[in-house]
Protein backbone atom coordinates (compact mmCIF):
# COMPACT_ATOMS: atom_id res chain seq x y z
CA UNK A 1 0.00 0.00 0.00
CA UNK A 2 1.46 3.54 -0.89
CA UNK A 3 1.99 6.03 2.07
CA UNK A 4 -0.11 9.06 2.46
CA UNK A 5 2.26 12.00 1.06
CA UNK A 6 3.42 14.22 3.82
CA UNK A 7 0.82 17.42 4.53
CA UNK A 8 -1.89 15.43 2.09
CA UNK A 9 -4.95 15.14 3.89
CA UNK A 10 -7.59 12.41 3.34
CA UNK A 11 -11.44 12.47 3.54
CA UNK A 12 -14.81 10.91 2.38
CA UNK A 13 -15.60 11.68 -1.65
CA UNK A 14 -18.20 14.60 -1.36
CA UNK A 15 -20.63 11.99 -2.95
CA UNK A 16 -20.56 9.70 -0.43
CA UNK A 17 -21.97 11.45 2.27
CA UNK A 18 -21.94 9.37 5.87
CA UNK A 19 -24.71 7.00 6.78
CA UNK A 20 -27.41 8.94 9.31
CA UNK A 21 -28.39 7.11 12.29
CA UNK A 22 -31.15 7.04 14.26
CA UNK A 23 -29.77 9.27 16.73
CA UNK A 24 -29.01 12.01 14.22
CA UNK A 25 -32.57 11.72 13.03
CA UNK A 26 -33.66 12.12 16.89
CA UNK A 27 -31.46 14.85 17.32
CA UNK A 28 -32.59 17.42 14.04
CA UNK A 29 -36.05 16.55 15.08
CA UNK A 30 -35.67 17.36 18.46
CA UNK A 31 -37.02 14.27 19.78
CA UNK A 32 -35.86 11.10 21.77
CA UNK A 33 -34.63 7.67 19.93
CA UNK A 34 -37.63 5.86 21.17
CA UNK A 35 -39.76 8.00 19.16
CA UNK A 36 -37.51 7.81 16.15
CA UNK A 37 -37.88 3.95 16.59
CA UNK A 38 -41.86 3.72 17.07
CA UNK A 39 -42.33 6.26 13.71
CA UNK A 40 -40.28 3.40 11.80
CA UNK A 41 -42.16 0.87 12.70
CA UNK A 42 -45.32 2.44 13.04
CA UNK A 43 -46.21 2.34 16.76
CA UNK A 44 -49.65 4.25 17.33
CA UNK A 45 -48.60 5.90 20.45
CA UNK A 46 -47.27 8.76 18.28
CA UNK A 47 -49.12 11.95 17.54
CA UNK A 48 -49.56 13.43 13.94
CA UNK A 49 -47.39 15.96 14.59
CA UNK A 50 -44.43 14.52 15.76
CA UNK A 51 -44.61 11.55 13.22
CA UNK A 52 -45.25 14.13 10.61
CA UNK A 53 -42.06 15.79 11.59
CA UNK A 54 -39.83 13.27 12.05
CA UNK A 55 -40.25 11.83 8.42
CA UNK A 56 -39.78 14.80 6.89
CA UNK A 57 -36.26 14.90 8.93
CA UNK A 58 -35.53 11.23 7.74
CA UNK A 59 -36.26 12.29 4.04
CA UNK A 60 -34.10 15.86 4.30
CA UNK A 61 -30.97 14.00 5.49
CA UNK A 62 -31.57 10.88 3.16
CA UNK A 63 -31.93 8.39 6.24
CA UNK A 64 -32.74 4.62 5.04
CA UNK A 65 -33.23 2.21 7.89
CA UNK A 66 -31.22 -0.53 8.80
CA UNK A 67 -33.24 -3.67 7.42
CA UNK A 68 -30.81 -6.26 8.60
CA UNK A 69 -31.45 -5.03 12.39
CA UNK A 70 -34.68 -4.73 12.45
CA UNK A 71 -35.30 -7.81 11.31
CA UNK A 72 -33.54 -9.47 13.59
CA UNK A 73 -35.32 -7.44 16.89
CA UNK A 74 -38.35 -8.96 15.18
CA UNK A 75 -37.90 -11.77 13.61
CA UNK A 76 -39.97 -10.83 10.92
CA UNK A 77 -38.65 -9.80 7.26
CA UNK A 78 -41.84 -7.70 6.36
CA UNK A 79 -40.57 -9.59 2.88
CA UNK A 80 -43.34 -11.82 0.76
CA UNK A 81 -41.47 -14.28 -1.93
CA UNK A 82 -43.08 -14.39 -5.11
CA UNK A 83 -41.66 -17.63 -7.00
CA UNK A 84 -42.45 -17.64 -11.27
CA UNK A 85 -42.27 -20.82 -12.81
CA UNK A 86 -42.16 -19.86 -16.18
CA UNK A 87 -40.20 -20.53 -19.74
CA UNK A 88 -41.23 -17.23 -20.78
CA UNK A 89 -39.49 -14.32 -20.07
CA UNK A 90 -41.11 -12.01 -16.46
CA UNK A 91 -42.05 -9.19 -18.49
CA UNK A 92 -44.83 -11.49 -20.35
CA UNK A 93 -48.11 -9.35 -19.73
CA UNK A 94 -49.60 -12.36 -17.76
CA UNK A 95 -46.30 -12.07 -15.56
CA UNK A 96 -46.61 -8.69 -14.93
CA UNK A 97 -50.51 -8.44 -14.71
CA UNK A 98 -50.11 -11.38 -11.72
CA UNK A 99 -47.33 -9.09 -10.16
CA UNK A 100 -49.29 -5.93 -10.48
CA UNK A 101 -52.35 -7.84 -8.35
CA UNK A 102 -49.42 -8.83 -5.60
CA UNK A 103 -47.85 -5.89 -5.13
CA UNK A 104 -50.70 -3.75 -4.97
CA UNK A 105 -52.11 -5.12 -1.77
CA UNK A 106 -48.51 -5.50 -0.33
CA UNK A 107 -47.18 -1.84 -0.93
CA UNK A 108 -50.56 -0.87 0.82
CA UNK A 109 -49.49 -2.75 3.99
CA UNK A 110 -45.48 -1.47 3.51
CA UNK A 111 -44.54 -5.15 2.45
CA UNK A 112 -41.74 -6.03 -0.12
CA UNK A 113 -42.03 -8.66 -2.30
CA UNK A 114 -39.23 -10.42 -3.82
CA UNK A 115 -39.60 -11.78 -7.56
CA UNK A 116 -38.01 -15.22 -8.45
CA UNK A 117 -37.92 -16.61 -12.01
CA UNK A 118 -37.30 -20.16 -11.50
CA UNK A 119 -38.25 -21.39 -14.72
CA UNK A 120 -39.24 -25.19 -14.92
CA UNK A 121 -36.36 -26.88 -13.91
CA UNK A 122 -37.08 -28.84 -10.48
CA UNK A 123 -33.84 -28.03 -8.83
CA UNK A 124 -34.00 -24.40 -9.49
CA UNK A 125 -37.15 -24.22 -8.54
CA UNK A 126 -36.12 -26.09 -5.45
CA UNK A 127 -33.24 -23.87 -4.82
CA UNK A 128 -35.49 -20.80 -5.37
CA UNK A 129 -37.94 -22.29 -2.80
CA UNK A 130 -34.98 -22.38 -0.33
CA UNK A 131 -33.40 -18.89 -0.76
CA UNK A 132 -36.61 -17.55 0.18
CA UNK A 133 -37.11 -19.32 2.85
CA UNK A 134 -33.73 -18.22 4.35
CA UNK A 135 -34.45 -14.51 3.86
CA UNK A 136 -37.90 -15.80 6.40
CA UNK A 137 -40.70 -14.16 4.00
CA UNK A 138 -43.69 -13.77 5.51
CA UNK A 139 -45.48 -15.74 2.66
CA UNK A 140 -44.82 -17.71 -1.22
CA UNK A 141 -46.53 -17.11 -4.09
CA UNK A 142 -45.91 -20.04 -6.70
CA UNK A 143 -47.35 -19.01 -9.86
CA UNK A 144 -47.39 -20.26 -13.36
CA UNK A 145 -47.53 -18.80 -16.98
CA UNK A 146 -50.41 -21.41 -18.23
CA UNK A 147 -52.91 -23.06 -16.46
CA UNK A 148 -51.69 -26.73 -15.46
CA UNK A 149 -50.75 -28.99 -12.76
CA UNK A 150 -47.75 -28.84 -10.69
CA UNK A 151 -45.77 -30.52 -7.95
CA UNK A 152 -43.81 -28.59 -6.19
CA UNK A 153 -40.67 -29.90 -3.81
CA UNK A 154 -41.10 -31.10 -0.10
CA UNK A 155 -40.52 -27.96 1.85
CA UNK A 156 -39.92 -28.41 5.65
CA UNK A 157 -41.42 -24.83 7.09
CA UNK A 158 -44.16 -23.34 8.41
CA UNK A 159 -44.24 -20.46 5.74
CA UNK A 160 -47.45 -20.36 4.15
CA UNK A 161 -47.64 -21.09 0.48
CA UNK A 162 -50.29 -20.31 -1.85
CA UNK A 163 -50.46 -21.13 -6.22
CA UNK A 164 -51.39 -18.74 -8.82
CA UNK A 165 -53.09 -20.47 -12.55
CA UNK A 166 -51.60 -23.63 -10.79
CA UNK A 167 -52.81 -26.52 -8.62
CA UNK A 168 -51.43 -29.09 -6.39
CA UNK A 169 -52.19 -32.68 -7.26
CA UNK A 170 -51.94 -33.46 -3.87
CA UNK A 171 -53.97 -30.65 -2.92
CA UNK A 172 -51.62 -29.31 0.26
CA UNK A 173 -51.58 -25.94 -1.14
CA UNK A 174 -54.37 -22.99 -1.58
CA UNK A 175 -54.62 -22.69 -5.21
CA UNK A 176 -56.37 -19.42 -7.40
CA UNK A 177 -56.64 -20.67 -10.85
CA UNK A 178 -59.16 -19.52 -14.17
CA UNK A 179 -62.93 -20.67 -14.35
CA UNK A 180 -62.00 -22.22 -17.74
CA UNK A 181 -65.43 -23.36 -17.94
CA UNK A 182 -67.13 -20.72 -17.27
CA UNK A 183 -65.25 -19.07 -19.31
CA UNK A 184 -65.35 -21.18 -22.45
CA UNK A 185 -69.17 -21.09 -21.82
CA UNK A 186 -69.49 -17.45 -22.40
CA UNK A 187 -67.35 -17.25 -25.05
CA UNK A 188 -69.64 -20.04 -26.78
CA UNK A 189 -73.23 -18.68 -25.63
CA UNK A 190 -72.08 -14.44 -26.69
CA UNK A 191 -72.15 -16.40 -30.40
CA UNK A 192 -75.15 -18.00 -29.86
CA UNK A 193 -76.87 -15.21 -28.60
CA UNK A 194 -75.84 -13.09 -31.92
CA UNK A 195 -77.78 -16.46 -34.05
CA UNK A 196 -74.65 -18.76 -34.73
CA UNK A 197 -75.37 -22.31 -34.62
CA UNK A 198 -72.29 -23.60 -36.68
CA UNK A 199 -69.64 -22.76 -34.32
CA UNK A 200 -66.21 -24.34 -34.65
CA UNK A 201 -63.84 -24.55 -31.83
CA UNK A 202 -60.40 -24.02 -32.10
CA UNK A 203 -59.19 -25.46 -29.09
CA UNK A 204 -55.56 -25.37 -27.37
CA UNK A 205 -53.54 -28.84 -27.87
CA UNK A 206 -53.90 -32.21 -26.92
CA UNK A 207 -51.74 -33.32 -24.35
CA UNK A 208 -49.46 -36.17 -24.96
CA UNK A 209 -50.39 -39.76 -24.36
CA UNK A 210 -49.82 -40.41 -21.00
CA UNK A 211 -49.71 -36.84 -20.12
CA UNK A 212 -51.86 -34.82 -17.68
CA UNK A 213 -54.80 -32.80 -19.63
CA UNK A 214 -54.17 -29.43 -20.91
CA UNK A 215 -56.79 -27.82 -17.70
CA UNK A 216 -57.45 -24.75 -19.68
CA UNK A 217 -58.21 -26.44 -23.58
CA UNK A 218 -60.54 -29.17 -20.96
CA UNK A 219 -62.20 -26.44 -19.36
CA UNK A 220 -62.86 -24.55 -22.02
CA UNK A 221 -64.17 -27.29 -24.20
CA UNK A 222 -66.96 -28.61 -21.46
CA UNK A 223 -67.73 -24.87 -21.31
CA UNK A 224 -67.94 -24.74 -25.19
CA UNK A 225 -70.74 -28.23 -24.79
CA UNK A 226 -72.47 -26.79 -21.84
CA UNK A 227 -73.44 -23.51 -23.85
CA UNK A 228 -74.29 -25.52 -26.92
CA UNK A 229 -76.68 -27.89 -25.00
CA UNK A 230 -78.72 -25.08 -23.08
CA UNK A 231 -79.44 -23.76 -26.88
CA UNK A 232 -80.43 -27.11 -28.20
CA UNK A 233 -77.29 -27.08 -30.48
CA UNK A 234 -76.40 -30.90 -30.81
CA UNK A 235 -72.82 -30.58 -30.62
CA UNK A 236 -70.53 -31.60 -34.17
CA UNK A 237 -66.63 -33.47 -33.20
CA UNK A 238 -66.23 -32.73 -36.70
CA UNK A 239 -66.32 -28.60 -35.30
CA UNK A 240 -63.48 -29.36 -32.76
CA UNK A 241 -59.72 -29.12 -33.96
CA UNK A 242 -56.52 -28.56 -31.92
CA UNK A 243 -53.98 -25.88 -32.42
CA UNK A 244 -50.63 -26.56 -31.68
CA UNK A 245 -50.18 -22.80 -30.47
CA UNK A 246 -47.92 -21.99 -33.19
CA UNK A 247 -49.33 -19.58 -35.99
CA UNK A 248 -48.93 -21.31 -38.91
CA UNK A 249 -51.17 -24.03 -36.86
CA UNK A 250 -53.95 -21.83 -36.44
CA UNK A 251 -53.64 -20.62 -39.63
CA UNK A 252 -53.88 -23.96 -40.80
CA UNK A 253 -56.62 -25.03 -37.78
CA UNK A 254 -58.89 -22.50 -39.21
CA UNK A 255 -58.79 -23.24 -43.24
CA UNK A 256 -59.86 -26.73 -41.96
CA UNK A 257 -62.97 -26.08 -40.34
CA UNK A 258 -63.95 -23.50 -43.30
CA UNK A 259 -63.40 -26.22 -45.75
CA UNK A 260 -65.76 -28.24 -43.84
CA UNK A 261 -69.13 -29.27 -46.06
CA UNK A 262 -71.23 -26.92 -43.84
CA UNK A 263 -68.26 -24.47 -42.29
CA UNK A 264 -68.92 -22.61 -39.07
CA UNK A 265 -70.66 -19.01 -39.32
CA UNK A 266 -68.09 -18.54 -36.31
CA UNK A 267 -65.28 -19.37 -34.28
CA UNK A 268 -64.16 -19.72 -31.10
CA UNK A 269 -60.22 -19.37 -30.65
CA UNK A 270 -58.44 -21.10 -27.66
CA UNK A 271 -56.88 -18.20 -27.31
CA UNK A 272 -55.63 -14.47 -28.66
CA UNK A 273 -52.96 -15.62 -30.68
CA UNK A 274 -54.95 -17.91 -32.43
CA UNK A 275 -57.53 -15.57 -33.44
CA UNK A 276 -54.78 -13.32 -34.53
CA UNK A 277 -53.93 -16.37 -37.07
CA UNK A 278 -57.45 -17.47 -37.73
CA UNK A 279 -57.63 -12.95 -38.53
CA UNK A 280 -55.20 -13.79 -41.43
CA UNK A 281 -56.56 -17.19 -42.72
CA UNK A 282 -60.02 -15.47 -43.17
CA UNK A 283 -58.46 -12.51 -45.07
CA UNK A 284 -57.00 -15.48 -47.34
CA UNK A 285 -60.01 -16.60 -48.00
CA UNK A 286 -61.69 -13.24 -48.39
CA UNK A 287 -63.99 -13.81 -45.69
CA UNK A 288 -64.93 -10.48 -43.84
CA UNK A 289 -65.23 -10.42 -39.96
CA UNK A 290 -67.62 -10.25 -38.58
CA UNK A 291 -70.40 -9.90 -41.34
CA UNK A 292 -68.99 -13.57 -42.64
CA UNK A 293 -67.50 -14.87 -39.96
CA UNK A 294 -67.40 -13.94 -36.14
CA UNK A 295 -64.51 -14.63 -34.60
CA UNK A 296 -63.96 -14.65 -30.50
CA UNK A 297 -61.22 -15.18 -28.63
CA UNK A 298 -59.47 -15.89 -25.07
CA UNK A 299 -56.94 -14.14 -22.61
CA UNK A 300 -57.57 -10.42 -23.72
CA UNK A 301 -53.99 -9.95 -24.68
CA UNK A 302 -54.59 -6.00 -25.42
CA UNK A 303 -51.39 -5.79 -27.47
CA UNK A 304 -53.13 -8.53 -29.69
CA UNK A 305 -57.14 -8.00 -29.18
CA UNK A 306 -56.88 -3.70 -29.86
CA UNK A 307 -55.02 -3.97 -33.00
CA UNK A 308 -56.49 -6.46 -35.02
CA UNK A 309 -58.87 -5.47 -37.38
CA UNK A 310 -61.94 -5.30 -36.38
CA UNK A 311 -60.65 -5.43 -32.43
CA UNK A 312 -61.29 -8.52 -30.73
CA UNK A 313 -63.86 -10.13 -28.35
CA UNK A 314 -62.17 -12.03 -26.18
CA UNK A 315 -62.68 -13.03 -23.01
CA UNK A 316 -60.37 -12.12 -19.83
CA UNK A 317 -58.08 -14.34 -18.24
CA UNK A 318 -57.61 -13.50 -14.35
CA UNK A 319 -53.72 -12.57 -14.01
CA UNK A 320 -54.18 -9.72 -11.66
CA UNK A 321 -57.43 -10.53 -9.66
CA UNK A 322 -55.60 -14.07 -8.85
CA UNK A 323 -52.61 -12.19 -7.90
CA UNK A 324 -54.35 -10.08 -5.55
CA UNK A 325 -56.23 -12.48 -4.58
CA UNK A 326 -52.98 -15.01 -3.11
CA UNK A 327 -51.66 -12.44 -0.96
CA UNK A 328 -54.94 -11.33 0.62
CA UNK A 329 -55.41 -14.95 1.38
CA UNK A 330 -51.59 -15.45 2.66
CA UNK A 331 -52.22 -11.89 4.80
CA UNK A 332 -55.60 -13.54 6.45
CA UNK A 333 -53.40 -17.23 7.14
CA UNK A 334 -50.86 -14.90 9.03
CA UNK A 335 -53.83 -14.05 10.97
CA UNK A 336 -55.04 -17.41 11.45
CA UNK A 337 -58.24 -16.25 9.53
CA UNK A 338 -58.43 -19.40 7.18
CA UNK A 339 -60.10 -22.27 8.39
CA UNK A 340 -60.55 -25.84 6.44
CA UNK A 341 -58.57 -27.97 3.88
CA UNK A 342 -56.48 -25.91 0.93
CA UNK A 343 -58.89 -23.80 -1.07
CA UNK A 344 -59.08 -24.27 -4.58
CA UNK A 345 -60.79 -20.72 -6.04
CA UNK A 346 -62.08 -20.38 -9.15
CA UNK A 347 -61.63 -16.79 -10.16
CA UNK A 348 -64.06 -15.19 -12.64
CA UNK A 349 -63.50 -15.14 -16.77
CA UNK A 350 -65.26 -11.90 -17.84
CA UNK A 351 -65.94 -11.49 -21.11
CA UNK A 352 -64.71 -8.68 -23.15
CA UNK A 353 -66.96 -6.79 -26.31
CA UNK A 354 -65.29 -5.64 -29.09
CA UNK A 355 -66.47 -5.64 -32.53
CA UNK A 356 -65.04 -8.95 -34.37
CA UNK A 357 -69.20 -10.65 -33.23
Known amino acids: MNPVPTGVTTREPAFMPARQTIEDIARAAQVSRGTVSRVLNNHPAVSADTRARVLATMEQLHYRPNFSARHMRTDSSNLFGFGLITDEVITTPFAVDIISGAQETLWQMGKVMLVVNAGYDTPMTEASLEALLERRVEGIVYAAMYHRQV ?6 TQTPIVLVNCFDARQRYPAAVPDEVRGGYRATRALLERGH ?11 PVGGEPVAAATGRLAGYRQALAEYDVPFDAALVVYTQQTPASSYQCTLELLRRPQPPTALFCGNDRAAMACYAALASLGRRIPDDVAVIGFDNLKVIA ?3 YPPLTTVQ ?11 DYLLAASRDETAGPPALHLMDCPLVLRDSI
Open 151 to 156: DLPAQE
Open 197 to 207: RRIGFINLGQP
Open 306 to 308: DSL
Open 317 to 327: LPHYEMGRWAV
